[in-house]
């Protein structure tokens, strides 16, 4: 044996395990095309076939076509043999199987090997096992999804939300105005059917303005105390569903324990909202009759526990109903977030929230913190049933900006109620229009209207005019930080819709007290 014979067998030997040591899984073929369609494998390291699970016998003769299956791009693959017809390399990533059948992602090179001469003689394979990267991009592309289509989702639902509350607010407006009739006193039953409707709308606005803070941060909401009767609210809610349930041939029985305060210190809105979710659902899937409702009361918990008979849930998929796009059942079409929801403000009002499933049926219960009341002194507030006469016989001269016809023609009807002469503007463009701005002693700007809103309307007005009459800006959207950027950018005060009466006579006696532009209101 020559010693050039000997450098070669070394050099060979060399160069198989420095293949062996890689971490990549290597294949070497030559560049023949069989009857399997393809190169055959002359070589591969020990790193394929720890991937593959192949052993030496079932690869080497073979092609690479035996890693191949359903989900193998096809175009890839026609890439691949395109480049090596043209003894050119390439670089693709696409799906493999093992010997067990298991997919797995692959990124591979190939590479054409020439002899001395400038021949390709063989290809070089050099393939990483990319699953665990390509499910980190899936995952991160499937919540990008997710995200998208949620936010499309909360973009609609807060559209839907304007839309529907401007007609509630004048239902609401007009049901006050309506018990304002002396004649409804003659008809007591009558009255207090129509003090329900409006406890109902009103909490039907209460949740809609809620939905909107929860939904663009339901985990982060500040906690509003104040002190509410919650037997009334209760059996408010309640009723509020009985005609759902009837509908579906259900009906309630509502009972409190001893001891259950008549009052409770909390958040009222986020109380409603979740005992309305909690009492929706079991409407929604009991499978019964009867929904039971008790409430009782304990070391400053109130706790609600409503029953239904449903399928008993397991104990382990229980606190996976609480996560956000869980559903109680594959026919729910809601977004799952309700019970997610429920849980941040349960949480917020410092209470539990859980399920507990029984022989029969599950039973929801939740509790809330009864927090103890502050001893505070308040100023007296003004009498303002005494300024009524006194303010309706300034005739107050009102111009009033609102793109929703209802809203405003309710609020046109609450102001000319004390006295006031109304002027009417369907946009922002109308006021800036109107020549006799100065002539007002008060103005009201809906914030939310198109082309021009409020805010803008009203920086036009500032730029137009020295000073002005108080400008007041008028929306359903009261959140604290948004009455505060009413207030930054030039508003003299805020209302909520629906205009309230009391509120609005607050205002109209505050002017009336002002000597606000006094010598040109003469």
Do not use: W
Request: with cysteine; proline share 5%; charged share 25%.
């Amino acid at each position: 044996m020559s010693i050039h014979h000997l450098a070669y067998e070394a050099q060979a030997y060399l160069f198989e395990n420095a293949l062996n040591a890689a971490g990549d899984a290597i294949l070497i073929t030559d560049t023949l095309s069989g009857a399997e369609g393809g190169p055959h494998i002359i070589f591969a390291n020990d790193a394929f076939y720890e991937t593959t699970g192949f052993s030496k016998e079932e690869v080497l003769g073979k092609t690479p076509r035996i890693l191949q299956g359903k989900d193998t791009d096809k175009e890839a693959l026609k890439r691949i043999a395109k480049a090596l017809e043209l003894r050119k390399t390439i670089r693709e990533e696409l799906i493999n199987y093992r010997k067990n059948g298991t997919p797995f992602y692959l990124e591979l090179v190939i590479t054409p090997i020439k002899n001395p001469q400038g021949v390709v003689t063989h290809f070089i394979s050099v393939q990483r096992d990319i699953t665990e990267r390509k499910q980190k991009e899936e995952a991160i592309r499937t919540q990008k999804v997710l995200e998208e289509l949620l936010n499309f989702r909360l973009l609609l639902f807060k559209k839907l939300n304007h839309e529907l509350r401007n007609p509630l607010n004048g239902i609401i407006a007009t049901i006050e105005m309506l018990l304002q009739e002396k004649m409804l006193l003659q008809y007591p039953e009558t009255y207090r059917r129509i003090e329900i409707l409006l406890q109902a709308s009103k909490q039907i606005q209460n949740i809609l303005q809620k939905n909107i803070q929860i939904q663009d941060n339901y985990t982060d909401l500040p906690v509003h105390f104040s002190l509410f009767p919650i037997k009334v609210i209760i059996n408010q809610v309640v009723s509020l569903f009985e005609p759902i349930a009837h509908k579906q041939n259900k009906h309630f029985s509502l009972t409190f324990s001893n001891g259950v305060p008549e009052n409770i210190n909390s958040d009222e809105v986020k109380f409603i909202q979740i005992f309305s979710n909690l009492l929706h659902n079991s409407i929604k899937y009991s499978t019964g009759n009867l929904i039971q409702i008790a409430v009782s009361y304990q070391q400053d918990f109130l706790k609600v526990e409503i029953y239904n008979d449903s399928t008993p849930f397991e104990e382990d998929d229980i606190h996976k109903l609480f996560m956000p796009f869980s559903r109680l059942s594959n026919k729910d079409d809601g977004m799952g977030l309700g019970l997610t929801i429920a849980k941040q403000l349960t949480e917020q009002l410092e209470g539990e929230i859980s399920i507990v499933p029984q022989k029969r049926g599950n039973t929801f219960y939740f509790t809330i913190k009864n927090h103890p009341l502050l001893i505070k002194s308040f100023p007296s507030p003004i009498d303002l049933s005494s300024c009524l006469e006194d303010i309706r016989a300034k005739k107050y001269k009102v111009l009033l900006a609102d793109d929703h016809d209802l809203s405003r023609r309710v609020s046109k009807m609450l102001l000319e109620y004390f006295g006031c002469q109304v002027v009417e503007c369907k946009s922002g463009e109308e006021v800036l229009q109107n020549p006799d701005i100065m002539s007002y002693h008060m103005i009201l700007l809906d914030i939310v209207m198109p082309e021009l809103n409020g805010i803008q309307t009203l920086q036009a007005l500032r730029q137009k005019y020295v000073s002005l009459p108080p400008v007041i800006g008028v929306s359903a959207n009261i959140l604290p930080a948004q009455v505060k950027t009413y207030l930054e950018k030039g508003f003299s005060g805020f209302l909520e819709k629906p205009l309230q009466k009391n509120k609005v006579l607050e205002f109209l006696v505050k002017l009336n007290v002002s000597p606000f532009h006094q010598s040109q209101l003469n």
